[in-house]
C-alpha cells in the first residue's frame, strides 16, 4: 500500500490546527472558568472560616459577658440580701430598744406615781396622827401636846445612853455658839426652862440654848450642837409607817406567787409589830 505523505501531512496540519483551535477557543476558557470557581470557592470557604471564626469570638464574647452578668447580679443581689439583713437587725434593735425606752419610761412612771401615792399617805397619814395626838394628849393627860412632848424630850434626855451622852457633852463643850432647841411650837417658859434644867443636870454644866420653831419637825424637839444632834418627833413613829407602807406597795408590785404547800402569813391579817420610836443623836 502506497502511503500518500501529502495527505499524511496535511491530515497532521489540520490535526494540529484543531488541537491549537480548540485549545484557544475551548479549553482555555474551560480553564480559565474552572480557576474561576476554584478561586471563588476558596474565597467563599475562606470568607466562611472567617465568619465563623468571628461568630465563635462573638460567641465567646458573649458567654464571657453572661458570665460577668451573672456574677454581677449574684454579686448585687448577695449586696442587696446582706443590707435588707443589716437595715432588719437595725429595725430590730431599735425596736428594742425603743421598747427598753418605754419599759423603763412606764417604770420610771410607776415608781414616781407609787412614790406620789406613798408621799401623799405619808402626808395624810401625819397630819392623821397629828390631829389624833393632840386630841387623845388632851382628853386623857389634861395637858397640851407641846407641854407633853417637852416632857417626853427631857426624859429621853436623862436616859440617854453613856456613849451618846458623851458625844454631845463633847460638842456642848467644843461649840462656841449656844446649842439650838427646834420644836414644832412656841415653848412655854416652863418648858423651856425644864429642858435648860435637864440639860444643865445631864452633863453638870451651864449649857447656852437659843430656842427656834420648825414647823417641819412633825411635832417633835430637836437639839443640834456643832453638828451632833439629839432629836425626838412623831416623825420616828412615822418613819416605820412609811417603811411598812412602802414594803406593803412593792410586795402589792411584784407578780403572784405560786401557791405553796405552806401556809403563809397574810400580811393584812397578821398582827402588826409595834411601833416605837427614840431619841436620834448622831453627826447631821
Same mark, same amino acid.
Given at each position: 500500500?502506497?502511503?500518500?505523505w501529502f495527505?499524511?501531512?496535511a491530515q497532521? !496540519?489540520n490535526f *494540529?490546527i /484543531?488541537?491549537? *483551535? *480548540?485549545k484557544?477557543?475551548l $479549553?482555555?476558557?474551560?480553564?480559565?472558568a474552572?480557576?474561576?470557581r476554584? +478561586?471563588?470557592?476558596a474565597?467563599?470557604?475562606?470568607?466562611?472560616?472567617?465568619k +465563623?471564626?468571628?461568630?465563635?469570638?462573638?460567641?465567646?464574647?458573649f458567654?464571657s +459577658? =453572661?458570665k460577668?452578668w451573672d456574677e454581677? @447580679?449574684?454579686a448585687?443581689?448577695?449586696?442587696a440580701?446582706?443590707?435588707?439583713?443589716?437595715?432588719?437587725?437595725?429595725?430590730?434593735d431599735?425596736?428594742h430598744?425603743?421598747a427598753?425606752?418605754?419599759r423603763?419610761a412606764?417604770?420610771?412612771?410607776?415608781q414616781?406615781d407609787?412614790q @406620789?401615792l406613798t408621799?401623799?399617805?405619808?402626808h395624810?397619814?401625819?397630819d392623821?396622827?397629828?390631829? !389624833?395626838t &393632840?386630841k387623845?394628849? %388632851?382628853?386623857?393627860?389634861?395637858?397640851?401636846?407641846?407641854?407633853?412632848?417637852?416632857?417626853v424630850?427631857t426624859?429621853? /434626855? @436623862?436616859?440617854?445612853?453613856?456613849k451618846?451622852?458623851?458625844? /454631845?457633852?463633847?460638842?456642848?463643850?467644843?461649840?462656841?455658839?449656844?446649842?439650838v432647841? &427646834?420644836?414644832t411650837?412656841?415653848l412655854?417658859? =416652863?418648858q423651856?426652862?425644864a429642858v435648860? =434644867?435637864?440639860?444643865?443636870?445631864?452633863?453638870?454644866?451651864?449649857? &447656852? /440654848?437659843?430656842?427656834?420653831t420648825a414647823p417641819?419637825?412633825?411635832?417633835g424637839?430637836e437639839?443640834s450642837? =456643832?453638828g451632833q444632834? #439629839?432629836a425626838?418627833?412623831?416623825a420616828? $413613829?412615822l418613819a416605820?409607817l412609811?417603811?411598812?407602807v412602802?414594803?406593803?406597795? %412593792?410586795?402589792?408590785a411584784?407578780? #403572784?406567787?405560786?401557791?405553796?404547800?405552806k401556809?403563809e402569813?397574810?400580811?393584812?391579817?397578821?398582827p402588826?409589830?409595834?411601833v416605837? %420610836?427614840a431619841?436620834? #443623836?448622831? %453627826?447631821?
Open positions: 500500500m502506497l502511503i500518500d495527505t499524511v501531512c497532521a !496540519i *494540529l /484543531l488541537v491549537w *483551535l *480548540l484557544h477557543f $479549553y482555555k476558557p474551560i480553564l480559565s474552572i480557576d474561576a476554584e +478561586k471563588g470557592i474565597a467563599q470557604l475562606a470568607d466562611a472560616t472567617t +465563623k471564626a468571628e461568630a465563635q469570638k462573638e460567641h465567646e464574647e458567654q +459577658k =453572661n460577668a454581677q @447580679r449574684s448585687l443581689l448577695g449586696k440580701t446582706d443590707e435588707a439583713k443589716t437595715q432588719k437587725d437595725h429595725l430590730i431599735e425596736a430598744k425603743q427598753a425606752s418605754l423603763a412606764q417604770a420610771v412612771a410607776l414616781n407609787q @406620789r408621799t401623799q399617805m405619808i395624810l397619814t401625819k392623821e396622827v397629828f390631829d !389624833i &393632840r387623845a394628849l %388632851a382628853d386623857l393627860a389634861t395637858v397640851s401636846l407641846e407641854e407633853r412632848m417637852g416632857e424630850f426624859r429621853r /434626855l @436623862r436616859e440617854m445612853d453613856p451618846s451622852k458623851g458625844a /454631845l457633852g463633847d460638842s456642848l463643850k467644843s461649840d462656841s455658839n449656844p446649842a432647841v &427646834r420644836s411650837f412656841a412655854p417658859d =416652863n423651856k426652862a435648860q =434644867n435637864a440639860l444643865n443636870e445631864t452633863f453638870s454644866t451651864e449649857v &447656852r /440654848l437659843r430656842f427656834e417641819e419637825t412633825i411635832c424637839i437639839l450642837a =456643832n444632834k #439629839v425626838w418627833s412623831i420616828d $413613829y416605820t412609811d417603811q411598812k412602802g414594803t406593803l406597795l %412593792a410586795a402589792e411584784k407578780p #403572784v406567787a405560786k401557791p405553796s404547800s401556809p402569813t397574810n400580811p393584812k391579817t397578821a402588826a409589830a409595834p416605837e %420610836a431619841v436620834h #443623836v448622831g %453627826a447631821k
